[in-house]
Nanobody, 120 residues
Framework: QVQLVESGGGLVQAGGSLRLSCAASGSIFSINAMGWYRQAPGKQRDLVATITSAGSTHYADSVKGRFTISRDNAKNTVALQMNNLKADDTGVYYC??????????????WGQGTLVTVSD
């Protein structure tokens, strides 16, 4: 069993900040990449940011300079600090992890999503 649980979503005005957190738990041997994706109503689920176990990061062009992804390998957590939020950042944010379990199973794990609403 591998579970990802997101927290930190909510309603914020444009220009404000939110910090999303995600905790992975269960039969986890290792996690390679972790990331955040978002999905607006009627739209495709798109990459926001990823981070490898070594700390290499990648960001969507739309969030570069505003969002920062970080992780704690020992705690199997990943966070997304979102600053200067814009209305088009609104959507459901999903945590993702590339997990290898203690039974040597490879899993692409997803959280349940947390809603971020940015008002004008």
């Amino acid at each position: 069993q591998v579970q990802l649980v997101e927290s930190g979503g909510g309603l914020v005005q444009a220009g404000g900040s939110l910090r999303l957190s995600c905790a992975a738990s269960g039969s986890i041997f290792s996690i390679n990449a972790m990331g955040w994706y978002r999905q607006a109503p009627g739209k495709q689920r798109d990459l926001v940011a990823t981070i490898t176990s070594a700390g290499s990061t990648h960001y969507a062009d739309s969030v570069k300079g505003r969002f920062t992804i970080s992780r704690d390998n020992a705690k199997n957590t990943v966070a997304l600090q979102m600053n200067n939020l814009k209305a088009d950042d609104t959507g459901v944010y999903y945590c993702n992890a590339d997990v290898t379990t203690y039974r040597a199973r490879s899993l692409d794990a997803w959280g349940q999503g947390t809603l971020v609403t940015v008002s004008d």
